[in-house]
Nanobody
């Protein structure tokens, strides 16, 4: 069983920055990807971006491309979501997801609120 611990600031301002982290624990194959998703108020959960743990290749949704950066710290076994140039529409519950083959594990989803 894999558990994901999320942490990071929850309140931001338009144009500001926030950073979330996601740290997995438990047994994995080592060849997995960690994605970030968010659920805006009253909307469905949507993809934000993802990174492969082994190669460090990242991909982003069009809505955050150029503003958000996903990185990994191998010694700390942690993936970060750096959110810059925040917009009010970035408000939502943010989840990290570890995809290891056919298995998926989710973090608890901290709330991020961006004020104008």
């Amino acid at each position: 069983q894999v558990q994901l611990e999320e942490s990071g600031e929850g309140l931001g301002r338009t144009g500001g920055s926030l950073r979330l982290s996601c740290t997995p624990s438990g047994h994995t194959s080592g060849d997995y990807a960690i994605g970030w998703f968010r659920r805006p108020p009253g909307q469905e959960r949507e993809f934000v971006g993802a990174i492969t743990w082994f190669g460090g290749s990242a991909d982003y949704s069009d809505s955050v491309k150029g503003r958000f950066t996903i990185s990994r710290d191998i010694p700390k076994n942690t993936v970060y979501l750096q959110m810059d140039n925040l917009k009010p529409e970035d408000t939502g519950v943010y989840y990290c997801k570890l995809q290891d083959g056919d298995y998926a594990f989710w973090g608890q989803g901290p709330q991020v609120t961006v004020s104008s």
